[in-house]
């Protein structure tokens, strides 16, 4: 087998282990870290891959190549085959290279050379360079948010932008609007040295130089760039420890006008396992929502998603994705290749609403489940959960242990279905400002009680849901 072969191999095999994968998070958590594999090269009885850091090869060595051993040998790869990660050396000098002081003062020519030979930007996850701002469909839902990092592009490090913290749900644009900012400053200030990465990455790789005693390495890297891109720092409430030193490291760069952008699944106050220090360092710059699109928003996303196409994909089919897809930009990406698939694949057909429907059937389920659970299937899923019955929930016993089962039903009733607090009152039977009172209470102990934060996400997640899927009520 050549490299080609090998590069091959792995083109159709990449696929398989993502659509193996359940939720969209895990595919799109997956993918960016396939997106840290630089090469393939084969190399007699072994298909090497090369990554952009030792890291990612560790990472893949240890939890994932058995996976992807069995995802090639489905597109042939014979089953005798070792797979082998390793750094590919070629990226080992171009990442963490510091914009220091000193380069300040080589002259153009030399600054322009020094550019050419290494590039300062410095990643531990790739930026997607389809993440731009001219591919994000600016709307009221998150224009906002949108003007804050158009701010951080123009102001980059400046007091009032530092730190932008970007908040909203899954599937929104968190992501593409945190990776444009670094893109744009990639291409008008490219001696800029830029980071991005997950908490979640920042916590495995400080975990993972901890336990090497290579502390200091890891300070220096992450003090040493101009621009810090962290994707859902909620994934900081993991690990007290990390978060100390997510604090240090923050501090250090802000005290030297370095820019910070961060994005959450929930607002800052919302993120009760975190240290308040760290809080209150987030809400001390700029906290922008992102909200979920409307449907001229949606429609305009997806015409820019589909402009460039062929065959073209009809505006009726379209304006069928952007009404019946409504919580996730992501879920209406998913839907939309489909249809592309269907089109290219039959082309001429018909794309009759009842065809998409079918064709789309399991993303227009997904999005039902918020519009169809009743009270009475939450009021009994709580039950179950505290060892009670449902009618124990609508009695007029008082006490602590059947109050706050009660009360989390009220909450997931107001705030994940359509019903109002009449309605809710009448399922509880209950006057409709104790409902009120009910759900406040919940929302207010949720800040500061994790372990009940906790048991209501576990309950949502029984019905597909997270609590950052909540109705802002
Ligand atoms: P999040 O990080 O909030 O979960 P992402 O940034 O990953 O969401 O967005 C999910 C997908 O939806 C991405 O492919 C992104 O390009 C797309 N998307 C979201 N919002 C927009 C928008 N306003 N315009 C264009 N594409 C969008
Ligand atoms: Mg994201």
């Not at 909203?168 to 990639?186: F, R, S, V, Y």
């Not at 019955?389 to 009220?410: C, E, G, H, K, N």
């Given at each position: 087998m050549?490299?080609d072969?090998?590069r091959?191999l792995w083109?159709?095999?990449r696929?398989?282990?993502?659509?193996?994968l359940?939720?969209?998070?895990?595919k799109?958590?997956m993918?960016r870290y396939f997106?840290?594999i630089?090469?393939?090269e084969?190399?007699g009885?072994?298909?090497?891959?090369?990554?952009k850091?030792?890291?990612a090869?560790?990472?893949?060595n240890?939890?994932?190549s058995e996976?992807i051993?069995?995802c090639?040998?489905?597109?042939?790869?014979?089953?005798?085959?070792?797979?082998i990660?390793?750094?590919?050396?070629?990226?080992?000098?171009?990442i963490?290279?510091?914009?220091?002081?000193?380069?300040r003062?080589?002259?153009e020519k030399?600054?322009?050379d020094a550019n050419?030979?290494?590039?300062a930007f410095?990643?531990?996850?790739?930026?997607?360079?389809?993440?731009t701002f001219?591919?994000f469909?600016m709307?009221?839902?998150?224009s906002?948010?949108?003007s804050?990092?158009?701010g951080?592009?123009?102001?980059p490090g400046e007091?009032?932008?530092?730190?932008l913290?970007?908040h909203?749900g899954t599937g929104?644009?968190k992501t593409?609007?945190?990776?444009a900012i670094?893109?744009?400053?990639?291409?008008?200030?490219?001696?800029m040295?830029?980071?991005?990465?997950?908490?979640?990455?920042?916590?495995?790789?400080?975990?993972?130089?901890m336990?090497?005693?290579?502390?200091?390495?890891f300070?220096?890297k992450?003090?040493?760039?101009?621009?810090?891109?962290?994707d859902?720092?909620q994934f900081?409430?993991?690990g007290?420890v990390?978060?100390?030193?997510?604090?240090?490291?923050?501090?250090?760069l802000?005290e030297?006008?370095k820019?910070?952008?961060?994005t959450c699944?929930?607002?800052?106050?919302?993120?009760?396992?975190l240290?308040?220090?760290?809080?209150?360092r987030?809400i001390?710059?700029?906290v922008?929502?992102i909200?979920s699109?409307s449907?001229e928003?949606?429609l305009?996303?997806?015409?820019?998603?589909a402009?460039?196409y062929?065959?073209?994909?009809?505006d009726?089919?379209l304006?069928?994705?952007a009404?019946?897809?409504?919580?996730h930009v992501r879920?209406?990406?998913?839907?939309?290749?489909?249809?592309?698939?269907?089109?290219?694949?039959?082309?001429?057909e018909?794309?009759?609403?009842?065809?998409?429907?079918?064709l789309l059937?399991d993303f227009?389920?997904n999005?039902q489940t918020?519009?169809?659970?009743t009270?009475?299937?939450?009021?009994e899923?709580?039950a179950e959960?505290f060892n009670?019955r449902?009618s124990?929930?609508?009695?007029?016993?008082r006490s602590a242990s059947?109050v706050t089962?009660?009360?989390l039903a009220?909450f997931?009733?107001?705030?994940?279905t359509?019903?109002?607090?009449e309605?809710?009152g009448t399922k509880?039977?209950?006057?409709?400002?104790?409902?009120l009172?009910g759900v406040?209470s919940i929302q207010?102990?949720l800040?500061?009680?994790?372990?009940?934060r906790?048991v209501l996400?576990?309950?949502?997640?029984?019905f597909?849901?997270k609590?950052s899927?909540?109705k802002?009520?």
């Amino acid at each position: 087998m050549d490299n080609d072969q090998a590069r091959n191999l792995w083109e159709k095999a990449r696929p398989i282990y993502l659509s193996t994968l359940p939720s969209l998070e895990e595919k799109e958590q997956m993918d960016r870290y396939f997106s840290m594999i630089s090469d393939i090269e084969s190399n007699g009885d072994s298909l090497v891959f090369k990554t952009k850091n030792s890291m990612a090869a560790e990472i893949f060595n240890k939890n994932y190549s058995e996976r992807i051993k069995g995802c090639l040998m489905l597109v042939g790869a014979d089953p005798s085959i070792n797979i082998i990660f390793t750094q590919d050396e070629s990226f080992a000098e171009r990442i963490f290279v510091p914009a220091t002081e000193n380069k300040r003062e080589e002259t153009e020519k030399e600054k322009t050379d020094a550019n050419e030979k290494q590039p300062a930007f410095v990643s531990t996850m790739a930026l997607r360079e389809e993440y731009t701002f001219d591919e994000f469909v600016m709307g009221p839902s998150n224009s906002y948010a949108y003007s804050a990092a158009k701010g951080v592009v123009s102001h980059p490090g400046e007091k009032g932008y530092n730190p932008l913290f970007i908040h909203g749900g899954t599937g929104l644009g968190k992501t593409h609007l945190m990776q444009a900012i670094g893109n744009e400053l990639k291409r008008t200030k490219p001696q800029m040295a830029i980071c991005y990465l997950t908490a979640e990455m920042f916590l495995n790789e400080y975990v993972n130089y901890m336990q090497t005693g290579k502390l200091p390495l890891f300070r220096e890297k992450y003090r040493s760039v101009d621009l810090l891109l962290i994707d859902d720092v909620q994934f900081l409430q993991r690990g007290k420890v990390v978060q100390e030193e997510f604090f240090n490291t923050f501090q250090f760069l802000q005290e030297k006008n370095k820019q910070i952008v961060m994005t959450c699944d929930v607002s800052p106050k919302n993120l009760p396992q975190l240290e308040s220090r760290l809080i209150s360092r987030f809400i001390g710059g700029m906290v922008q929502e992102i909200d979920s699109p409307s449907f001229e928003t949606r429609l305009a996303i997806l015409k820019k998603k589909a402009e460039a196409y062929t065959p073209k994909i009809p505006d009726s089919a379209l304006e069928f994705i952007a009404e019946n897809i409504k919580s996730h930009v992501r879920a209406m990406e998913g839907a939309l290749s489909k249809v592309r698939v269907m089109v290219s694949t039959v082309p001429g057909e018909q794309l009759s609403p009842l065809l998409l429907s079918q064709l789309l059937k399991d993303f227009i389920e997904n999005e039902q489940t918020l519009k169809k659970l009743t009270i009475e299937e939450i009021q009994e899923t709580v039950a179950e959960k505290f060892n009670m019955r449902r009618s124990d929930l609508i009695s007029q016993d008082r006490s602590a242990s059947v109050v706050t089962p009660r009360q989390l039903a009220m909450f997931i009733s107001r705030k994940f279905t359509s019903n109002g607090l009449e309605m809710i009152g009448t399922k509880f039977d209950r006057k409709h400002a104790t409902i009120l009172h009910g759900v406040k209470s919940i929302q207010k102990r949720l800040d500061v009680e994790a372990n009940l934060r906790i048991v209501l996400e576990e309950i949502l997640a029984e019905f597909g849901l997270k609590l950052s899927d909540a109705k802002d009520i």
